[in-house]
């Protein structure tokens, strides 16, 4: 045999591995997973590749793309279910995706280009998901796509959608609410509205844009108990009131 006539499957695993962990993970999946090759499936079902799953890249409405969703849905993930730790998803993938198999491994989710209708119809009671967002996941970030809107519907807004968060996710640790970086999101504004708005007994880790200097006061006042960092971008410093609160002593406040 010539002594450069080697083959991929010639290298060792431990080569191989580090060769696949360049790859995204949800190509590596697709194309080695249930075809009919032990060795590399056996590779592609290594925890690293399976542990957190990336479906941003994924057009529904791309042919390709849909025939690759199906066999994620019918086939990849029914097989590695017990490894799924984590998924970035956008909404229109949502069901598609967390509907495919039991997770029960699943704490953490990302949600790119969030917004109120996605709040609406999968954080209400009658969720399809409401089980598992209400007892498995402990860690949600959300990249927010909604405009900044007026602030009279902006109370309904918060209603629909922030403190809806709450109400679903009963065990969540970390919340991470983000705006889009080419457009301004609506703020968690707080001033007028009941004192049980936004609160939780299991949130420990807040970040999020806020209206104003009172709305962070009032993420302090005891409403999250059990909060131990706080990071927040303000939009308005002007017209804050000085209230007082009763601030937790070992709370870690930033502000940007």
Do not use: W
């Not at 049980?196 to 999020?208: A, E, P, Q």
């Amino acid at each position: 045999m010539n002594e450069f006539d080697v083959s991929l499957l010639d290298l060792p695993n431990e080569i191989l591995l580090m060769i696949l962990k360049k790859l995204n993970n949800t190509d590596v999946l697709y194309s080695l997973l249930n075809i009919n090759h032990g060795r590399l499936e056996t590779l592609a079902q290594e925890h690293v590749f399976s542990g957190t799953l990336n479906f941003v890249s994924f057009d529904p409405t791309s042919s390709m793309d849909r025939l690759r969703l199906d066999r994620f849905r019918i086939h990849i993930l029914p097989s590695i279910y017990e490894n799924v730790k984590y998924l970035i998803l956008k909404p229109d993938l949502i069901e598609c995706i967390l509907l495919a198999s039991h997770y029960p491994n699943l704490t953490k989710i990302k949600l790119c280009d969030f917004n109120e209708e996605c709040a609406l119809h999968y954080f209400g009671d009658e969720s399809p998901l409401r089980y598992i967002f209400q007892h498995q996941i402990t860690n949600l970030i959300l990249v927010n796509h909604d405009k900044e809107m007026l602030i009279k519907s902006l109370k309904t807004y918060i209603l629909n959608v922030y403190t809806q968060i709450l109400n679903i996710f009963q065990n969540l640790k970390h919340l991470s609410i983000i705006g889009s970086s080419n457009m301004s999101t609506p703020c968690l504004a707080l001033r007028g509205l009941p004192s049980n708005t936004f609160c939780s007994s299991s949130l420990t880790y807040l970040s999020i844009d806020v209206y104003s200097l009172d709305d962070c006061l009032y993420l302090l006042d005891g409403r999250l108990e059990q909060l131990a960092t706080l990071i927040v971008r303000i939009g308005y410093m002007e017209n804050s009131s000085s209230i007082v609160h009763n601030m937790v002593s070992h709370n870690k406040f930033c502000t940007h």
